[in-house]
């Protein structure tokens, strides 16, 4: 086996060396790229994400001191559901078999950082469930923290941001 590590953006496309293949038809239409005649091969992807907070809010966090609950715990949750549900949220995004998601909080002065490992075995990669994964998790901390970032009902403080892929590779 070998290994293969892209940093490129996106979605594989299902493209081997010598090969063009789109999300578009001949007509400019959107759709799903056949991936039937790739072969298997085992895939992970890594994507990381930050929320920015006040201090007193990462703090709560950190003692578990928030009145809607555990929210790393409610997170970790969410970012996994998401995961699993990516393909109905993106268009043209294949239904894939997860075969395992790994979700890691790093909590610092002002913010928490998501990173949320997803591997699969089959003919696409699993950018995009990382990615939502990520996205999806630190909404709910950001929903789960509202009130406690609240000033004078706006959020001046509070922002998601650095959603990226920091990993892919591909076993073949």
């Not at 594989?12 to 578009?24: K, R």
């Not at 559901?81 to 909590?107: G, R, S, Y």
């Not at 610092?108 to 998790?137: H, P």
């Not at 909404?139 to 706006?154: C, I, L, R, S």
Request: hydrophobic share 35%.
């Amino acid at each position: 086996m070998t290994e293969e590590t892209d940093t490129g953006s996106g979605r594989d496309s299902g493209a081997e060396a010598g090969e063009s293949l789109t999300h578009v038809d001949e007509s400019g239409g959107a759709q799903m790229v056949d991936v039937g005649d790739k072969a298997e091969s085992k895939r992970r992807a890594v994507a990381r994400g930050t929320i920015r907070l006040r201090a007193e809010t990462v703090e709560a966090i950190r003692a578990d001191d928030v009145g809607k609950g555990n929210v790393l715990a409610t997170a970790r949750v969410g970012a996994t559901q998401a995961v699993k549900h990516t393909w109905e949220t993106i268009p043209m995004c294949h239904q894939i078999p997860i075969t395992n998601v790994d979700t890691e909080f790093e909590l610092a002065d002002r913010r928490v950082t998501l990173s949320v490992a997803v591997e699969t075995v089959g003919k696409t990669g699993c950018e995009m469930e990382a990615l939502e994964g990520v996205s999806t998790g630190l909404n709910v901390v950001w929903d789960m923290v509202k009130a406690t970032e609240k000033v004078d009902g706006e959020y001046p403080e509070t922002r998601i941001e650095n959603v990226q892929v920091v990993e892919k590779t591909v076993d073949r």
